[in-house]
Structures are given as C-alpha cells and as structure tokens.
C-alpha cells in the first residue's frame, strides 16, 4: 500500500478512505493505505461521497495544473460523477479503450488525488 498521510482524525475522511481501502494505527497515530485499485467500484463510492463543495474543490485541483495526465483523470472523475454505476470496461472504452495497465495506474491516480484533496479540506 502507500501512505497517504498521518494523524488525520476527521470521522468523513476516515469513512471515505475506509470505503477505499484500510487503515491501520500504528503508535497513536493513524496511518491510511489504499489498497483496491482494481475497480471502478471504489472510485464510484467514493465521488459519490463527496458533496457539491468537495466536487468543486478536486475540479480545481485538476484546473490548476495542465498536465495531460490530470485531464485524462478529470475526465475519468466526471464519467464516476454522472454514473456512478459504470463499470471498469464502459469507463476505459469512454476513454479510449486504455490498457490495463494503464488504466489501472490512472484510478489509483485518481483515488489518491481525491484523498490529497480531502485530507487537506478537513485537516486544516
């Protein structure tokens, strides 16, 4: 798994990264793993946990950098906003049919970025 940050004791954030993977407590301090990349599932879990203002919020996540990359995941999480029912083959075909691999790398891009976003709203 990979870290994704420490000493985060906010109850919704710790429900959404549940819902994503697991967590662990180490020392006193709590330490979240993303674990389940494997599918869309979990990506549409997640977005749809998030309210109007968190919606905004990782939208301009993305609008502040002009990586490609980040407009292939903008477009990943507005396919997981309007239908959260979609499975991993119909969201890779809306995307232009990308490898596995690929693919998979870009909802774990995904899942990270929403949680970065997260962490920093209710950590502050």
Same mark, same amino acid.
């Given at each position: 798994?990979?870290?994704?940050? %420490? ?6 954030? =710790?429900?959404?990264? !549940?819902? =994503? &993977?697991?967590?662990? +407590? /180490? %020392? ?9 990349? %494997? ?6 879990? +997640?977005?749809?946990?998030?309210? !109007?203002?968190? =919606? ?6 993305? !609008?502040?950098?002009? %990586? ?11 396919? @997981?906003?309007?239908?959260? @029912?979609?499975?991993?083959?119909? !969201? ?5 049919? /990308?490898?596995? @691999? ?18 920093? +709203?209710? @950590? &502050?």
């Amino acid at each position: 798994g990979q870290t994704i940050t %420490k000493g985060i004791n906010n109850t919704k954030i =710790v429900q959404r990264i !549940a819902c =994503v &993977g697991r967590i662990t +407590l /180490r %020392k006193n301090r709590m330490t979240y793993w993303i674990n389940d990349y %494997k599918s869309m599932k979990k990506i549409t879990q +997640l977005v749809s946990s998030l309210n !109007a203002y968190e =919606v905004k919020l990782v939208q301009k996540y993305y !609008a502040m950098s002009p %990586k490609i990359e980040h407009n292939l995941k903008i477009k990943l999480f507005e396919i @997981a906003l309007k239908n959260p @029912a979609i499975s991993d083959f119909e !969201a890779a075909k809306l995307l232009g049919n /990308r490898t596995s @691999a690929a693919f998979s790398m870009l909802k774990t891009r995904l899942q990270e970025d929403i949680m970065k976003v997260l962490i920093m +709203l209710h @950590a &502050g």
